[in-house]
């Protein structure tokens, strides 16, 4: 049990490095500096 709570756990957390990523690469794109 304790092992697919993990796994869940490093989904999310690609999941939200994922986002970081198309974040970063869309600004770079339309040359944007998000504040956040």
């Keep these: 049990m304790g092992k697919r ?3 869940e756990k490093r989904l999310k ?6 986002a970081g990523v198309k974040v970063g690469v869309l600004a770079r794109m339309y040359d944007i500096h998000p504040e956040t």
């Design 13 to 18: 957390v690609v999941k939200e490095a994922m």
């Design 5 to 7: 709570l993990n796994e």
